[in-house]
Every structure is written in C-alpha cells, then in structure tokens.
C-alpha cells in the first residue's frame, strides 16, 4: 500500500492490468495519475498475467481484505511438453515430455483437482520463507521447493483445444490459489509436464474485466481531451456480497467510535438478524448511499469490526 502527499479520494478503480507490468507498478501508475494520497491493490497480478486489478484509494483500502477473500476468476492456457522452473513461459527449461494427452484424459483428472486441495505453491512466488521472499531464494538457488497449502477450487473447466500442445482453461477459485501450479499439476496428473503460456484474470469479487480500463489508455485518454481521470466505483462496490445493514446517522456515529448497538433497538433491523446469522458473518452497515463499515452481531449486539 502507498501513502504519499496527493488528494485525499475515495473508491476503487478497476484496472485492466497490462502483460509484463507488474501490479506495485501499476498501482504507483494509478496513484500518479489521480494524484492520490493513499492507494494499495486487491490480489496481486504476475507480469506475465493480465486482467482485473482492483486498486483501492483512500477509505476503499480498508475493504481491501474483504476482495482479497472473494472468489476470482481466471482463464489460462496450458502449454504441454515443458515444465519450467517458474511454472510459466517466463522460466527456464527443466525437463520435456513428448506425451500429449487426449481431451478426454485431460477432463478425467479435473475432478481430482478441484475442492479443497493440498496445492504447492512455485518456488517464484511472493510468499515469505523466514522472512525473506520465496522468489529471492529462489534465484539465489536456496529453495528448491515450498510445502503444500489448503487451497479451493471451485470449479474449472476446458473450454479450448487449439491444438495437441495447448489446452485453454477457465477456473474459479478462493483465495491464495495458484494458477501456475494448477496449470503444473493438471499437465503432471495427465502423465505429462507443462506450465501456463498464457494468464487472464477476468473477475476477482464484485469486479469484472467488463468493468475494467487500462492505464495506458486512462491516460491517454486524459492528455487528448485534458479531462479529469475515470470516476472511481463506490468504496461500498467492494462489499457488494456481504448483506447491508441501513442504520441511521446516529447509529453510524455511535459504530464509527467504536460503539455497539443493541440488536434489538436498530431502526432499520434486518429480518434475517430476527433469526440469527450464523457465527461469524458479517454485514456492512450503510448510511444512505454512504458505506460506514463492517460489522458483527455477537450475543444480541452489532459489534463494529472496521469502520470507513
């Protein structure tokens, strides 16, 4: 997240994330071109990877952890015959196979990797190994390998076979799922090797790729017509799957400092908080059009958990 002197703004902007730019590149780009004070991004992106970016601005960097959970979408083309040290076209060549499975073997083995897997995430990832990044030990030659980690996949699916070296996959996932790894292990449990040749994320929570702009053409578009930079989305888009809560500007004032409030005397009680929400949600409390925060009903109170 980036905190630098700018405007103090509010809402998400939906980027469509260039192939080889980095996703901290992009969010500097963005800030750079709203003149932002505070700024930080939602899931991060591969260079090789293109696609949906949420980045937050101002208040939007709190719901941040609530896009990082959400179900994202991705769709991914599989390169048989070679595995690669980073998993993607981007490595170097570890060992080859002349073995090409069939549409049918490939579909078989689907099934086997979708749910809640044990997944081992690539070597040249962002995740720490005793405080140091996985991808620094890696090209230090220090890592070899990372232990296995609970993963979700909901669902994936081959939609393209463009021919006997490629197969093209759309996947739906939870968080902290690997597309790289997916895409390795789909190739190892068909008897072969391969890694991703090409990477799209085309939805990630409430944000789709229809809704998205590349900066390249948000800026251009900004220098032809001196216009000002795209509205951003409402800082309450992010929690559009978490059920709202209308409470009154009394109650939000009492929430925002940290107060809780009596279910039972809420203005606007909701009928499923008549019947009880199971341990553990949430809801996010809105004032009018205006997003307050996120909040927990816990033994009969509304308990704030992070206001905005």
């Known amino acids: 997240m980036i905190s630098k002197r700018g405007q103090e703004i509010n809402g998400w902007l939906i980027v469509d994330k260039a192939l080889k730019m980095g996703s901290t590149t992009a969010v500097a780009k963005a800030r750079r071109l709203y003149d932002a004070r505070k700024v930080g991004h939602a899931g991060t992106l591969d260079p090789l990877a293109t696609g949906v970016l949420p980045v937050a601005f101002g208040r939007a960097t709190k719901t941040i952890p609530f896009i990082m959970d959400s179900t994202k979408h991705y769709r991914f083309t599989l390169a048989f015959g070679e595995s690669r040290t980073t998993d993607d076209r981007e490595g170097n060549v570890l060992t080859t196979s002349v073995h090409r499975p069939g549409d049918n073997d490939i579909r078989a083995v689907l099934p086997d990797l979708t749910g809640d897997i044990m997944q081992i995430p690539p070597i040249f990832s962002a995740l720490k190994v005793d405080g140091q990044r ?67 994320r085309t939805k990630c929570g409430p944000f789709h790729e229809k809704n998205a702009i590349s900066l390249d053409n948000l800026s251009q578009s900004m220098e032809k017509a001196h216009a000002l930079p795209a509205p951003l989305l409402p800082v309450a888009t992010a929690l559009a799957d978490i059920p709202a809560l209308a409470v009154t500007e009394a109650e939000a004032k009492a929430l925002s400092f940290g107060q809780s409030i009596v279910l039972a005397e809420l203005t606007h009680p909701m009928p499923v908080l008549q019947s009880g929400l199971p341990q553990g949600d949430v809801l996010h409390a809105m004032c009018g059009e205006r997003a307050i925060g996120i909040c927990r009903p816990v033994d009969g109170r509304l308990k704030p958990m992070r206001m905005l």
Do not use: N
């Open 134 to 200: 996985a991808y620094d030990l890696a090209r230090a030659g220090l890592l070899q390998s990372l232990p296995p980690r609970h993963a979700r996949v909901d669902r994936i699916e081959m939609v393209e076979r463009p021919d006997a070296d490629h197969a093209v996959f759309e996947v739906q996932s939870g968080k902290g799922v690997y597309m790289r790894s997916l895409a390795r292990d789909i190739a190892l449990a068909c008897g072969t090797v391969g890694h991703i040749a090409v990477l799209r």
